[in-house]
């Protein structure tokens, strides 16, 4: 059903709760999971047109992908990473169409409808750029 799955993290504790639901389901259906998080600091976003050097806070977000990476891989679940640079929501999406995922999860903070509208949500701006479903588990 599921053989490919985008799994978005942000590096925060946020994370566990959609690493273990994650790792669980992809196990259970033997899939594949690409794990990705997208840094959107100014190094990041404006890298390639700069010719910027990769910034400490990219360097420790890729180490933080391969940590995550090792965890999956120990509970035998394959995994891959990709750091991508830029505008979370659009490069979520263009990640999970270039690999052909059947499914995109994501943990929520579920700030609640206010502050989503203020501060904008990840999960809801991916959810209505894809066709593909999105697993949206919150965060306790």
Do not use: W
């Amino acid at each position: 059903m599921y053989k490919k799955i985008l799994v978005a993290l942000e590096n925060s504790e946020t994370d566990k709760t959609i690493l273990v639901h994650i790792a669980k389901l992809a196990k259970g259906l033997g899939s594949t999971i690409i794990l990705i998080h997208v840094a959107d600091g100014f190094a990041a976003r404006n890298q390639k047109s700069l010719n910027l050097a990769e910034s400490q806070e990219m360097r420790e977000d890729r180490e933080y992908l391969e940590r995550c990476k090792a965890e999956m891989e120990a509970n035998g679940v394959p995994a891959v990473v990709e750091l991508a640079c830029g505008d979370p929501k659009s490069e979520i999406v263009a990640s999970a169409e270039r690999e052909k995922c059947d499914l995109i999860a994501m943990a929520t903070h579920g700030h609640g409808f206010v502050k989503d509208v203020v501060l904008g949500s990840v999960a809801e701006g991916v959810r209505h750029r894809t066709s593909i479903p999105v697993l949206m588990v919150r965060a306790g």
